[in-house]
């Protein structure tokens, strides 16, 4: 079954200490990326890969680190968590060129199931 | 720059009636659009999308939508609500590799 797998669902730390959000797709996706979806405010993309090895910046990056070292995975790291980082985070993977009459921009996102973190 | 209004951030209907969950954007080059379905403690599940083939796109679960270029916009409609749409909808805008921004998602509540 093609799909968007992320763990844990649930977790609850403290601040400051260091955790990792694991994210993996079984689809061959070239695009990776990381949101946090907050009431009120939508999804906002925190970081995104475009393949192995390349990553770069969305529209709220502070305070988290994400790595591309292999296509199936994209975790993301929280160094020293703060209780503002208390979100719904979803991670999500998609083709780089999709198909369709257009062409390349056409595709959809894929997402996980997402991860509730509360940081105290 | 582009963005993606989403008016109303609670909707409310009876089941049967007719479900219309407003989208506006701005882009200042044809964009490709599409709504995305939150059930409860689920991730985010593609409805439907615009990719410039057809104005009037037909999803999943009897959903359409139309894009009006005149009006940037892109509301999503049903004819007749069932107790299963109750989720938050989200419309989002994409153009380029990477820029998809998402609206803030309206709510959805069915009621019987």
């Known amino acids: 079954e093609a799909q968007v797998t992320q763990n844990p669902r649930y977790l609850i730390t403290v601040t400051g200490k260091k955790l990792t959000v694991t994210c993996s797709q079984n689809m061959n996706h070239e695009y990776m990326s990381w949101y946090r979806q907050d009431p009120g405010l939508g999804l906002r993309q925190i970081y995104y890969s475009m393949n192995v090895e390349v990553t770069d910046k969305g529209d709220v990056p502070e305070g988290y680190k994400v790595s591309r070292k292999e296509k199936r995975n994209f975790p993301l790291i929280l160094e020293s968590p703060s209780p503002n980082q208390t979100s719904l985070y979803f991670c999500a993977s998609s083709l780089r060129n999709g198909t369709g009459l257009l062409g390349i921009l056409s595709y959809e996102q894929y997402f996980g199931p997402g991860t509730r973190l509360t940081v105290t | 720059a582009q963005s993606v209004t989403q008016l109303g951030s609670h909707v409310s209907v009876s089941e049967g009636a007719l479900v219309l969950l407003r989208c506006n954007y701005s882009?200042?080059?044809?964009?490709?659009l599409f709504w995305y379905v939150q059930y409860p403690n689920q991730g985010l599940q593609l409805l439907l999308k615009?990719?410039?083939?057809?104005?009037l796109v037909k999803g999943i679960n009897g959903f359409e939508a139309e894009f009006k270029k005149s009006e940037t916009s892109f509301h999503l409609t049903k004819p007749s609500a069932h107790m299963s749409d109750a989720a938050e909808y989200f419309c989002?805008?994409?153009?380029?590799?990477?820029?998809?921004?998402f609206g803030a998602g309206t709510r959805l509540t069915v009621k019987p």
């Open positions: 882009s200042s080059v044809p964009p490709y």
């Open positions: 615009y990719t410039s083939a057809a104005t």
């Open positions: 989002a805008v994409r153009r380029g590799n990477n820029d998809m921004r």
